[in-house]
């Protein structure tokens, strides 16, 4: 019983804060050419599907954020399991992660459009450079965070640093490696979509650009709405992935 | 000069030179080759040559401390809020099933889509600046604390529990102390996706602020001068970033450690 | 005794020469900073002819006219300054707070298209099947470009380049064939043969007559600060009439946006005749809105009593 009232709650109150805006923008405390009320905007999602091509840019916000995703989850993971392993790395070159993870890598994007051209490769490329440091980073804070009395008994037991990482260090870290993935997918996300919506290419970010424009708020609410079920659709497939590992390991 | 002692001590300092002198060649390299577009991978005089021009502006100091003040009122707030609610989530396996998940999903969404109500319900001003970077960090902020604080370890909760601690002290002595260190990562990604924010917002509708320069820099593709202001931007992240390596290293060694 | 009455007496001086009320603040924003067209406020401002008509001005510089717009009808500001028409229809079209107080441009002339030197395109009538640039959907650029097809009869692949920066760098990197642009920008790089002109906004005739850009208040702000807005309207036009007769004003303007005085000078005078810019020449709403509503902006064209709602000029002249 307890395991179905949490999310039902949760999805409760989702409901009721709808309920709230829809009356908030009825009664005016809401400026309704500012905020859409909430029928409306679910009233213009047919009208994205038929006239707006939304399943096409669905599927093309999807590539390019599973692109920028997986690609940050790998390299991420193997260069934050490089710093870990080399201390003098990681001593030297942390920092500069860190600082790689603040910058504002999205306002360079004339660089980055001189230099991929104007395509999807350009949003994966950014979407990839902004996923990357926070990857890093969790990927070393995990490592680092294994308890010393694991990696003791594993040396007692004679394992070599192969098999250290993969039964010792790998498992122990599996946390922190999937909020690693969450991280790279979430930022993926969020920088595929403002890139797209930035420079006006491709997939969902364009659509919401182009809406915002043609001031169709409702069609703009409803277009964000689809991005928060690309991000639904990414995350459910992330929570199945790594329950199945759990049950596994 | 102790920085520098310790620098050239820990061994990083041969490391470090080497990957800028390798960075600074390739980006020459690019740069010259006539392969791409010239104004916009301008080589590393011109980027030296705007980057003074950015740090010998008066006009540009004033922008960079009403940036900062905003950035930091961003952070304070969504900072705070992110905290608490992770704080929750972390402890609250129940509230954590409801709600985390929508967390998770509303994460990756366009805060920028958000503005326009900020700005009618925070002004044209730095108010709206303020709550786009807020809103922006609270996020990671609560996602990154909440998966600390579930990575507590449980044998500390044990021992607290079996010496009868109330609940709000297992908050302070058990909680805070070791989810500290992950905490204060959570919060270095927050920092710089409030950075972002606030940057983002004043590019949008604004008459001051780093990001309004930018903005106007690149409207006269006078690129020099926007890459000398980005580079400044990126150096004070720097900045901000060891100061907060720092504390949590300082955290994570233990009271005992912070006494010596 | 002597001196509780100078006292006094300076204090009833002061009264009597303090100002009747203190200045009115308006919020306005304004997109593309530089441009010649968005000038008028900040220069007018500097020069204080809005301080003569007890206003003071609290500017703010958006990206674009569609984000102008979303500031306006949010009531956040109280004015916005070249704001695109057909967006300003749609918006009003859909019960939107917004009114028109003023024409921002009449005419495409001040649009141009170029091509990097190295181009083998010398003008835009043998340009078919090339890639050409405009900013967003909507957009004057839009139009024009729509427009080059059916003058010159030929068919071209439009792309939604974005600001003048951003199609700059695709155009001169190889990644869209022609580029367009809004002077002062780009105008040094086709002076100094870098780049080369192959087409102009004015090349199609359709809209030489329409106020392709307009200046619009929230409405609720018509309605409160109606006299506010009126001086706004006055310095404006003493602000025109300035830009166009002092040498002074093509200084200020200079150093404003960046360029050589002599530059300002041809900018001004090759590319935006006064005419186009008076604020009380709204032209060509009915055929805008006919034109919207084939582009997806209104359900259906403005009636004419819709029309004058959304017009708040007294002097407008059809």
Redo the contacts between chains.
């Keep these: 019983m307890?395991?179905t009232?949490?999310?039902l709650?949760?999805i409760g109150?989702?409901v009721s804060l709808v309920l709230l805006l829809q009356w908030a923008i009825g009664v005016g405390l809401?400026?309704e050419?500012?905020?859409p009320r909430p029928s409306e905007i679910a009233a213009a999602l047919p009208r994205l599907v038929t006239e707006e091509h939304v399943a096409s840019r669905f599927m093309v916000t999807v590539g390019e954020t599973f692109a920028a995703g997986a690609l940050a989850t790998l390299v991420g993971t193997a260069l934050g399991a490089a710093l870990y392993r080399w201390p003098?790395?990681r001593?030297?070159?942390e920092?500069?992660v860190?600082?790689l993870?603040?910058?504002?890598l999205?306002?360079?994007y004339?660089?980055f459009?001189?230099?991929f051209?104007?395509s999807s490769l350009t949003v994966v490329v950014i979407a990839f450079a902004s996923a990357l440091p926070?990857v890093v980073?969790?990927t070393v804070?995990g490592f680092a965070?294994v308890r010393p009395v694991l990696l003791a008994v594993g040396r007692s037991l004679g394992m070599g640093r192969a098999a250290e990482f993969r039964r010792i260090l790998l498992p122990a870290a599996l946390?922190s490696v999937f909020?690693g993935l969450?991280?790279a997918?979430?930022?993926?996300?969020?920088n595929v979509?403002?890139v797209e919506?930035?420079?006006?290419l491709g997939g969902l970010?364009?659509l919401?650009?182009?809406l915002?424009?043609?001031?169709d708020l409702p069609g703009?609410?409803a277009a964000?709405g689809v991005?928060?079920l690309?991000?639904?659709c990414f995350?459910a497939t992330l929570?199945g992935g790594e329950r199945w590992l759990r049950r596994r390991g | 000069m102790a920085a520098a002692a310790g620098l050239m001590r820990s061994g990083t300092l041969l490391p470090r030179l080497a990957a800028s002198v390798l960075l600074l060649a390739a980006w020459q390299a690019l740069a010259l080759s006539g392969l791409l577009f010239r104004d916009v991978v301008p080589p590393l005089g011109a980027l030296a040559a705007g980057l003074w021009g950015v740090l010998a502006d008066p006009g540009f100091w004033g922008n960079a401390l009403v940036t900062g003040g905003e950035l930091a009122a961003a952070l304070a707030i969504g900072g705070a809020l992110g905290i608490a609610a992770g704080l929750v989530f972390g402890a609250s396996a129940f509230i954590a099933a409801a709600l985390e998940r929508w967390m998770t999903w509303l994460a990756p969404t366009p805060k920028i889509i958000l503005f326009p109500v900020l700005i009618l319900f925070c002004g044209v001003g730095p108010g709206s600046k303020i709550a786009m970077g807020a809103v922006s960090c609270f996020f990671p902020v609560l996602l990154s604390t909440a998966a600390a604080v579930r990575g507590v370890d449980p044998v500390l909760l044990r021992v607290a529990r079996s010496f009868r601690a109330r609940a709000d002290q297992i908050l302070v002595k058990v909680y805070l102390p070791a989810a500290v260190a992950p905490m204060l990562n959570g919060v270095r990604l927050g920092f710089g996706v409030a950075l972002i924010g606030v940057l983002l917002a004043e590019t949008k509708l604004s008459n001051q602020g780093v990001g309004f320069l930018v903005m106007q820099a690149y409207a006269r593709f006078d690129m020099p001068r926007m890459y000398g202001l980005l580079i400044v931007v990126v150096c004070f992240a720097a900045a901000i970033n060891v100061a907060i390596g720092h504390a949590a290293r300082r955290a994570a060694a233990g009271p005992i450690a912070r006494e010596n | 005794m002597r001196r509780r009455h100078l006292l006094a007496t300076l204090s009833l001086l002061a009264l009597l020469d303090a100002p009747a009320r203190a200045d009115d603040l308006l919020k306005v924003a304004i997109g593309q900073r530089g441009n010649w067209e968005n000038s008028v406020s900040e220069l007018g401002q500097d020069a204080g002819f809005f301080k003569k008509q007890g206003l003071t001005l609290e500017i703010l510089y958006t990206e674009g006219g569609g984000q102008t717009q979303q500031a306006v009808i949010s009531g956040s500001v109280d004015i916005g300054i070249g704001v695109g028409t057909y967006g300003v229809l749609g918006a009003f079209g859909k019960g939107a707070p917004v009114r028109i107080i003023g024409n921002s441009m009449i005419g495409a002339r001040d649009l141009y298209w170029y091509v990097p030197a190295a181009s083998p395109v010398q003008s835009i009538k043998e340009a078919g099947g090339k890639s050409i640039a405009y900013s967003t959907t909507g957009s004057s650029t839009d139009l024009v470009v729509r427009g080059f097809q059916r003058v010159f009869d030929i068919k071209l692949n439009p792309v939604a380049a974005g600001s003048p920066a951003s199609t700059f760098t695709q155009t001169m990197s190889g990644q869209i064939d022609i580029g367009w642009a809004s002077p002062p920008f780009g105008v040094e790089a086709a002076q100094s043969g870098r780049t080369r002109i192959v087409g102009r906004g004015s090349d199609v005739p359709d809209f030489a007559d329409q106020s392709v850009r307009v200046m619009i208040a929230n409405a609720g702000a018509v309605a409160r600060k109606a006299d506010a807005i009126d001086r706004y309207m006055a310095a404006y036009r003493e602000t025109l009439a300035w830009l166009y007769a002092d040498p002074a004003a093509l200084d200020a303007y200079a150093k404003w946006a960046g360029v050589s005085p002599a530059l300002a000078l041809q900018v001004r005078d090759e590319f935006y005749p006064r005419a186009n810019m008076e604020p009380d020449r709204i032209r060509g709403l009915d055929g805008l809105s006919q034109e919207a509503v084939g582009l997806k902006f209104l359900a259906a064209p403005l009636r004419p009593d819709q029309i004058t709602t959304l017009v708040q000029n007294k002097q407008a002249a059809q």
């Design positions: 307890r395991q009232a949490a999310p709650l949760g109150l989702v809401v400026d050419y500012t905020v003098l790395m001593r030297s070159f920092p500069w860190a600082v993870a603040a910058a504002p999205v306002l360079a004339p660089l459009l001189v230099l051209g104007r926070p980073l969790q804070t965070a946390p909020t969450r991280l997918l979430m930022f993926g996300l969020i979509v403002g919506f930035l420079i006006n970010g364009a919401i650009n182009d915002s424009e043609r001031y703009t609410w964000i991005v928060v690309v991000s639904v995350f929570d």
